[in-house]
């Protein structure tokens, strides 16, 4: 992810929680007061959720995928036409050495999982 995404997904990181705590409070400090100051407390969370905590949620989902683009761009680029197939082998051989790990031998307590070169088929 770029300096700047980052920084922009932090900024909706905390656009979102940081509204979010601060109407919970809110909301404590509205129990047991008058009417008119329980209107007021829920007009300024409603109007801050749609200011504040949407768009802030909607600058991490954009920033997201944002990052998922570049990511998929750079393995292009840094791996044009194996990458898939390799991370697939990756993904296999990881699963298969947990799957080894969980149900080998529970008598020896060893499995028989090596780290092997992807094919280059």
């Known amino acids: 992810m770029l300096r700047g995404l980052k920084i922009v997904h932090f900024c909706g990181l905390v ?5 979010i705590f601060t109407f919970i409070v809110i909301s404590a400090l ?14 300024i969370i409603s109007t801050g959720t ?25 393995e292009k680029l840094i791996f044009p036409a194996q990458a898939p197939a390799h991370y697939t082998d990756c993904c296999k051989r990881i699963i298969f050495c947990f799957a080894l790990s ?4 529970r008598n020896s307590g060893s499995f028989a999982c090596t780290r092997s070169a992807p094919s280059t088929v």
């Open 15 to 19: 656009l979102s929680l940081g509204s």
């Open 30 to 43: 509205l129990e047991g007061a008058s009417l008119e100051n329980i209107v007021f407390g829920r007009k």
């Open 50 to 74: 749609n200011v504040l905590t949407v768009p802030g949620i909607l600058v991490l989902a954009i920033t997201g995928v944002l990052d998922g683009i570049q990511a998929l761009w750079l």
């Open 102 to 105: 969980k149900l080998g031998d």
